[in-house]
């Protein structure tokens, strides 16, 4: 072999080792071989391919005459899980002294192979000098899912009563690199429940979130019962459904009379309430005006819950006796009750329904 030839093979195996010392996996299989009698290497590039599910990637296979070997070169590949499909362009190589050969090693992921990596052992044998020759390596293929994108609800279920609206935030994640539009739909089954949506179609970029808002709405006619919606994400042929479950209450009326009064002192008046409706009544707000207007407002008030025929009394405060008050008028002008006079309150229950009274002292 001449001086040049034989540096240029010398460097490629020099190149070949450091890349494995690097991180690739050939295995070191010169089999057989002698300075006499040369041998060859056998690489793959790349030696690690990420697959999409049903998909397919190439690697470039290459060997070397090492030590003036000749002769035809017989490739085949082994995937340890035995799942990937593996061809070759060429399957048989032909090497002169010092010379390299290459062909395209095709692998063929399934669409329903297991995530993961597997390991495939690419392997060439040849004869030179009425020897037999082989050299391997590892390729390692990951195989991923495709782009795609999930959609979720939250929350997935929800209580309503009739005639009421109930919000519900759609968010869609992006997978594995998913980007594009996704269009939204809702099917509503019947029973008078409307469903109205926020941004359609929504835009996703690679590896983000985004959230939409329905609002689904009954009307007093719906039944009381439980129900299904199916909202579905589309973007091409991709589609993932998510599904809403809706329980619809009768509608509740509220009911309060005002059975009598009395005052406790100056700045507490005592109210008596009946509940006249069909559920109890928690009260958490009451105003309280003069005639001429100066009122006496506590929002966060923890009042009585009165039950369905019951009557329960309430204390109204006012000045020095309620510190969370808000006083709205001319100051110093409504600072305490004073018999003869009228005065409105206003009372406010949980489901924010309110009930106005006129008393007269």
């Keep these: ?17 450091t890349s494995y010392a690097a991180g690739l996996t050939i295995l070191p299989s010169l089999a057989n071989s002698n300075g006499n009698n040369g041998s060859f290497l056998l690489t793959v590039n790349p030696s690690t391919l990420t697959i999409l599910q049903g998909a397919w990637a190439p690697s470039t296979v290459t060997v070397f005459s090492l030590n003036g070997f000749t002769g035809k070169i017989a490739l085949s590949a082994t995937s340890t899980d035995g799942v990937v499909g593996l061809s070759f362009q060429n399957n048989t190589l032909s090497l002169t002294a010092g010379g390299t050969a290459r062909t395209i090693l095709t692998v063929t992921v399934p669409g329903d192979a297991t995530l993961g990596s597997r390991d495939v052992i690419v392997t060439g044998t040849g004869i030179g000098h009425k020897r037999t020759f082989s050299s391997s390596t590892l390729l390692s293929v990951n195989v991923v899912s495709p782009a795609t994108f999930g959609i979720h609800a939250d929350p997935s279920s929800i209580t309503s009563m009739a005639g009421s609206t109930g919000t519900v935030s759609i968010i869609l994640t992006s997978l594995n690199g998913f980007t594009g539009n996704v269009t939204l739909t809702a099917t509503v089954p019947f029973g008078f429940i409307a469903v109205m ?3 359609n179609p929504v835009l996703l970029t690679a590896n983000g979130t985004a959230t939409t808002t329905l609002q689904v709405t009954t009307t007093a006619a719906t039944q009381s019962g439980t129900y299904t919606i199916t909202v579905t994400g589309t973007s091409g042929l991709k589609y993932y459904s998510e599904t809403i479950t809706v329980t619809v209450t009768a509608s509740v009326v509220e009911g309060l009379s005002l059975t009598g009064h009395s005052l406790a002192s100056a700045t507490n008046l005592t109210l008596y309430l009946q509940n006249t409706g069909d559920a109890p009544v928690t009260l958490q707000a009451y105003a309280i005006r003069d005639s001429l207007g100066n009122a006496w407002t506590l929002r966060s008030w923890t009042g009585p819950t009165i039950q369905v025929n019951s009557v329960s009394s309430a204390n109204i405060l006012i000045s020095l006796d309620c510190f969370e008050c808000t006083y709205t008028g001319i100051f110093g002008l409504f600072s305490q009750y004073v018999a003869g006079r009228t005065y409105t309150v206003t009372l406010t229950t949980s489901t924010n329904t309110e009930f106005t009274f006129t008393i007269t002292l």
């Design 1 to 17: 072999m001449a001086n040049g030839a034989l540096r240029a093979a010398l460097m490629v195996l020099t190149a070949a080792s």
């Design 197 to 199: 949506g926020g941004q």
